[in-house]
């Protein structure tokens, strides 16, 4: 399975992004898929994951209320929508495919390329 993230950019604090997953596959519609983020000088952390109906979820403390993760899976699209954005979110973030959802990295066998995320004023 092939994962293609998009949907990076500049943005202000306060400020909305969505990020996009589209996996080469339609394997993915049976995949729990998750999004993690890597900031400059840290190591990699969990962001949210969802399994693969759509109906189960989970986020990391400090994305909670912010972040919402959702699929379509007849477009074998994950997506990550951002509100009220900080600096701190500031990271390359990942897309990745699991047989089961997870908040452990080391859970996911496909690895999507990142997209840059920067929150600045």
């Known amino acids: 399975v092939q994962l293609q993230a998009s949907g990076g950019g500049l943005v202000q604090p306060g400020g909305s992004l969505r990020l996009s997953c589209v996996a080469s596959?339609?394997?993915?519609?049976?995949?729990?898929m998750g999004w993690f983020r890597q900031a400059p000088g840290k190591d990699r952390e969990f962001v949210a994951a969802?399994?693969?109906?759509?109906?189960?979820?989970n986020y990391a403390d400090s994305v909670k209320g912010r972040f919402t993760i959702s699929r379509d899976n007849a477009k074998n699209t994950v997506y990550l929508q951002m509100n009220s954005l900080k600096p701190e979110d500031t990271a390359v973030y990942y897309c990745?495919?699991?047989?089961?959802?997870?908040?452990?990295?080391?859970?996911?066998?496909?690895w999507g390329q990142g997209t840059l995320v920067t929150v600045s004023s």
């Open positions: 990745a495919a699991s047989r089961r959802i997870s908040n452990r990295d080391f859970v996911y066998d496909y």
């Open positions: 596959e339609r394997t993915f519609s049976f995949s729990s």
């Open positions: 969802l399994n693969w109906r759509g109906d189960t979820t």
